[in-house]
């Protein structure tokens, strides 16, 4: 019979191996905003790279806005806003989430029921609410944002964290490593905790997914981040604006944005399908 970290670590090669289209595609996007803005001419903030209002062609992929800024360079600029934001917003909901979760299944009791009331009261609210009275109570800098964001995607995280350590706090080799004298909180470390990985990597892509949408959102309504930042919500609200004039001010974002939640989404079907399919190794 194979130990359960064996099991996990076959779990994790399983979600590592061939990545999907979805997968390839998001590490694509990563790269073209992190590397794009080096390597393209035109600076994002460059007013007069070309003629307001230019259609895509060949000088500017993707046009100009109103001040002849190309707005290829600006997209990827705002990529790096919007995906730094939303990383650092998945990176603070996994933080708290996790330790949320395994807190209330190690502990139980009122513990337990305190801690799951407390999530269930923070998800009967509509996020959009709650992030809207956060931003107007605490700003909205890249600091107060990621925090914000991260806060509103953590009592999900923490329910499924905590269904997910109660199934494996009770199966055979927790309750075996229990009898044989281990602590429980050796048990959560070295046994129980390396099988979440895979759960929480699915969780992981859903949260960034998320933190897009929340970020884009709250920009997109003008209580995002403000200028001179520009991520992708703030190029959608500008494009808004001017949408009779160029209408691929606001077609371009919404395809980055679109494109993005939809390879996040779908990488997050093929991890679940690879951990279900992995689980009888």
Same mark, same amino acid.
């Given at each position: ?8 670590? &076959? ?12 997968? &390839? =595609? ?11 803005? #080096? %390597?393209? +001419? ?11 209002? *230019?259609? +895509? ?19 990827? /600029? ?43 009261? #923070? ?5 959009? &609410? ?7 109570? #605490? ?5 107060? *944002?990621?925090?914000?964001?991260? #806060? %509103?995607?953590? +009592? /999900? ?8 350590? =109660? ?8 309750? /075996? ?5 281990? +602590?429980?909180?050796?048990? %959560? ?7 979440? =990985? ?26 995002? =981040? ?10 959608? *609200? ?44």
């Amino acid at each position: 019979m194979a130990s359960p970290n064996a099991v996990s670590a &076959v779990r994790i090669r399983r979600l590592s191996h061939r990545p999907d289209a979805g997968t &390839v =595609l998001v590490v694509v996007i990563i790269v073209v905003c992190l590397v794009g803005p #080096f %390597l393209w +001419p035109y600076p994002a903030d460059k007013i007069g790279a070309g003629l307001p209002y *230019l259609a +895509p062609g060949w000088g500017h992929p993707m046009g100009t806005d109103d001040l002849g800024r190309d707005l290829l360079a600006r997209i990827l /600029a705002g990529g790096r806003i919007t995906l730094g934001v939303a990383g650092a917003a998945t990176v603070v909901s996994l933080i708290l989430g996790i330790t949320w979760g395994v807190v209330a299944a190690a502990r139980r009791g009122w513990v337990d029921e305190a801690l799951m009331r407390t999530a269930d009261g #923070f998800m009967a609210i509509p996020q959009i &609410v709650f992030a809207l009275v956060c931003v107007a109570a #605490f700003g909205a800098t890249v600091v107060s *944002l990621t925090i914000i964001v991260g #806060f %509103l995607l953590a +009592p /999900a995280t923490a329910r499924i964290v905590r269904s997910v350590t =109660l199934a494996e706090l009770t199966a055979d080799y927790a309750i /075996a490593a229990q009898a044989c004298g281990l +602590p429980k909180w050796r048990v %959560l470390i070295r046994e129980v905790l390396p099988n979440l =990985l895979p759960t929480v990597a699915v969780q992981a892509t859903i949260n960034l997914a998320s933190a897009i949408i929340l970020e884009a959102t709250l920009s997109f309504i003008g209580l995002g =981040l403000q200028p001179p930042a520009a991520s992708w919500g703030t190029l959608l *609200l500008q494009g808004y604006g001017k949408i009779y004039n160029s209408a691929w001010l606001v077609l371009i974002p919404t395809i980055w944005i679109v494109a993005t939640i939809w390879a996040l989404m779908s990488s997050s079907d093929a991890m679940r399908s690879r951990a279900r399919n992995g689980g009888g190794a």
